[in-house]
């Protein structure tokens, strides 16, 4: 148990639907990444915040976004869904989002868009 | 563009003998690089990781080598366990500023251990 949690573990919607995706990091972390992982592919970093601020952008669509909430715990939002947005999603924190540490990974939401 | 390659999908070693995986990297200004092991339907786990300054990490069964050089490294797992067939990620992250430590990740390699 990496203390990362992560809801719901699955989601099954329609095209253009939006869905809330939910992370709780580890107690202490401050820092909080999303990575999206669709099918034989390796994990695709899309944003990372800490302490409530983005810090980061990786390959995140503009109908997807996300925030960070003062008990630190994430959200990833993903509006006007399409199918090809079906894929693993995880959550992932450390605790300073400084160089050189561990990133702790959640057990992943699988979204199924259909 | 595929910055972290693992060249091998796929890896079956016999139980007790050592399994070696492997990783290339194309990105210099890399500074940390990890090892996850992710089984199906779970998140990766952290397994081991090394920092540029060194070449060589341990714990326990499992050794981390880098070579800067060739920008190279490898996962040795002695002795192989049945427990340890699952889908090994190699990544690796640049700190191009204070905060941005996006993980890079390879696209794995299935290791199965034959009991």
């Known amino acids: 148990d990496s203390g990362v949690t992560q809801t719901p573990k699955h989601l099954i919607t329609a095209t253009g639907q939006r869905v809330t995706l939910r992370c709780s990091p580890r107690s202490g972390d401050l820092s909080v990444y999303w990575y999206q992982q669709s099918l034989d592919q390796g994990l695709q970093f899309l944003i990372q915040y800490y302490n409530g601020e983005e810090r980061a952008k990786g390959n995140i669509l503009e109908r997807f976004s996300a925030q960070q909430f003062p008990d630190l715990h994430s959200e990833l939002n993903l509006s006007s869904l399409e199918l090809g947005d079906s894929a693993l999603y995880f959550c992932?924190?450390?605790?300073?989002?400084?160089?050189?540490?561990?990133?702790?990974f959640g057990p992943g939401t699988r979204l199924l868009v259909l | 563009d595929q910055q972290v390659k693992q060249n091998s999908p796929s890896l079956s070693v016999q139980e007790g003998r050592i399994s070696i995986l492997n990783c290339d990297y194309t990105n210099s200004m890399f500074d940390y690089f990890l090892w996850y092991k992710k089984y199906p339907a779970e998140g990766p786990t952290f397994l081991i990781s090394?920092?540029?300054?060194?070449d060589k990490n341990e714990d326990g069964r499992f050794t981390v080598f880098l070579n800067k050089s060739a920008k190279h490294l490898s996962l040795h797992i002695v002795p192989s366990q049945p427990g340890d067939s699952a889908v090994y990620f190699c990544?690796?992250?640049?700190?191009?500023?204070?905060?941005?430590?996006?993980?890079?990740f390879g696209t794995g390699t299935r290791l199965t251990i034959i009991p």
């Open positions: 992932a924190s450390s605790n300073l989002g400084a160089g050189q540490e561990t990133q702790y």
């Open positions: 990544a690796a992250s640049a700190v191009l500023n204070f905060g941005n430590e996006k993980l890079t």
């Open positions: 090394i920092s540029s300054i060194k």
